[in-house]
């Protein structure tokens, strides 16, 4: 019998997304009885820095389709600039900690997620190394474990975070944009972390432009869905899990009264190592996304 399967990826950015939009999530989640997976910005939230952004061609068109202000408010986009950055992880290990013990699936989004977005392509192999690593130790002093997956912030990789990664002996990691799971090349190196892509369009890729109404986005995605195949979608505490919770609320209703499966990315990655043979070598390559910004890590 031919399935439909969704894995709910949440990327949790700031530290009003943890404290507003992820509690907003997990009582939305636990009513639906829907799995998810959770991944954590750890360290200072220096939101405020993306402010160099502006001279990014297609940035302030996004910024103002999307609205920003309303979505993150003035507070976070104050932090890091004319705030000091509060630690999300010091401030929020409790919240954390409740996605862990409803069952979710947690792992690392980055420790300081504007350092990672916008200056990973210009870190050394020891400062990613070191960025990575502070990551690596605040999510084990939270949660008293080893984090066992990643998904980069800004979907930024290269060859540097992918060989902390392996180092890690991480299970899979989430940081690409594609098609289908695959081990990722770059150069002759091929890495040892299998990559499960997001391939579904982003919410905020799509808010604001004429061809997409917000009131048709819930079937725009149910339609997208692949049968027998992985459907990943990315969501962000500060959006889905505040200013849009009630329309995530309308797509994961309607997707269960279409009997869509709800997995977590993890189960993705252990229907795929099952079967170890089978998973593709594809190329990690810089390239753009519809609707967004800048470069990140596409599936070639």
């Given at each position: 019998m031919l399935e439909k399967k969704i894995a709910i990826k949440i990327d949790v950015d700031t530290d009003r997304g943890t404290r507003i939009g992820v509690p907003h999530l997990l009582e939305l989640f636990s009513d639906l009885a829907i799995p998810a997976t959770f991944l954590f910005s750890l360290g200072p939230d220096n939101t405020g820095r993306a402010i160099k952004r502006l001279?990014?061609?297609?940035?302030?068109?996004?910024?103002?389709?999307?609205?920003?202000?309303r979505i993150y408010g003035i507070r976070t986009l104050l932090?890091?600039?004319?705030?000091?950055?509060?630690?999300?992880?010091?401030?929020?290990?409790?919240?954390?900690?409740e996605a862990y013990k409803a069952g979710h699936e947690?792992?690392?989004?980055?420790?300081?997620?504007?350092?990672?977005?916008?200056?990973?392509?210009?870190?050394?192999?020891?400062?990613?190394?070191?960025?990575?690593?502070?990551?690596?130790?605040?999510?084990?002093?939270?949660?008293?474990?080893?984090?066992?997956?990643?998904?980069?912030?800004?979907?930024?990789?290269?060859?540097?975070?992918?060989?902390?990664?392996?180092?890690?002996?991480?299970?899979?990691?989430?940081?690409?944009?594609?098609?289908?799971?695959?081990y990722p090349r770059i150069g002759e190196t091929i890495f040892k972390t299998l990559q499960i892509p997001t391939n579904l369009p982003t919410l905020d890729e799509l808010l604001g432009?004429?061809?997409?109404?917000?009131?048709?986005?819930?079937?725009?995605?149910?339609?997208?869905?692949?049968?027998?195949?992985?459907?990943?979608?990315?969501?962000?505490?500060?959006?889905?899990?505040?200013r849009h919770l009630s329309w995530f609320k309308d797509f994961l209703l309607k997707a269960k009264e279409q009997h869509i499966k709800f997995i977590k990315v993890e189960d993705i990655a252990r229907q795929c190592l099952d079967h170890p043979a089978?998973?593709?070598?594809?190329?990690l390559v810089q390239g753009e996304v519809d609707g967004r910004s800048g470069t990140m890590a596409v599936q070639a």
């Amino acid at each position: 019998m031919l399935e439909k399967k969704i894995a709910i990826k949440i990327d949790v950015d700031t530290d009003r997304g943890t404290r507003i939009g992820v509690p907003h999530l997990l009582e939305l989640f636990s009513d639906l009885a829907i799995p998810a997976t959770f991944l954590f910005s750890l360290g200072p939230d220096n939101t405020g820095r993306a402010i160099k952004r502006l001279f990014r061609p297609g940035f302030l068109k996004k910024v103002s389709r999307s609205g920003v202000v309303r979505i993150y408010g003035i507070r976070t986009l104050l932090n890091g600039l004319l705030l000091p950055g509060p630690h999300i992880g010091k401030r929020n290990q409790n919240i954390m900690l409740e996605a862990y013990k409803a069952g979710h699936e947690v792992g690392i989004h980055c420790y300081d997620h504007i350092r990672w977005q916008d200056g990973l392509m210009k870190m050394k192999k020891n400062e990613v190394e070191a960025e990575f690593e502070k990551a690596f130790k605040e999510f084990k002093r939270i949660f008293g474990f080893s984090a066992k997956t990643a998904g980069a912030a800004g979907w930024q990789a290269n060859a540097f975070s992918l060989a902390a990664y392996d180092e890690a002996k991480l299970f899979y990691a989430s940081d690409a944009r594609g098609s289908h799971p695959f081990y990722p090349r770059i150069g002759e190196t091929i890495f040892k972390t299998l990559q499960i892509p997001t391939n579904l369009p982003t919410l905020d890729e799509l808010l604001g432009r004429p061809d997409y109404p917000l009131a048709t986005l819930a079937d725009f995605y149910l339609n997208r869905l692949v049968e027998n195949t992985v459907n990943t979608f990315t969501a962000h505490a500060e959006i889905e899990g505040m200013r849009h919770l009630s329309w995530f609320k309308d797509f994961l209703l309607k997707a269960k009264e279409q009997h869509i499966k709800f997995i977590k990315v993890e189960d993705i990655a252990r229907q795929c190592l099952d079967h170890p043979a089978d998973i593709p070598i594809c190329d990690l390559v810089q390239g753009e996304v519809d609707g967004r910004s800048g470069t990140m890590a596409v599936q070639a």
